[in-house]
């Protein structure tokens, strides 16, 4: 089984699936360091989705990108 790339850098304070019929819906609000480039950020997210994707038939993934150093970025 594949996991997400994780550190003490990385968070994922909303993580929420959902069911419609045969298609599944993820959203998940994820939190990196202000100082990633906006290239580093779009590659983990390119990631999370290409793994889900990967994993799940029928999906359609949200993803959203804030700075972990922001306190209005834990507030979901």
Known sequence: MEQ???SDQ???PALRTRYA???RFMSVHVLVPGQWSV????????T??????ARFDHIDIETHL????DAASWRH
């Open 48 to 53: 999370i989705e290409h793994r889900n994707k």
């Open 66 to 69: 804030e700075p972990i150093e």
């Open 10 to 12: 990385i968070a994922y």
């Open 39 to 46: 290239q580093q950020g779009y590659d983990l997210l390119e």
């Open 4 to 6: 997400f790339i994780t």
């Open 21 to 23: 019929g045969a298609r």
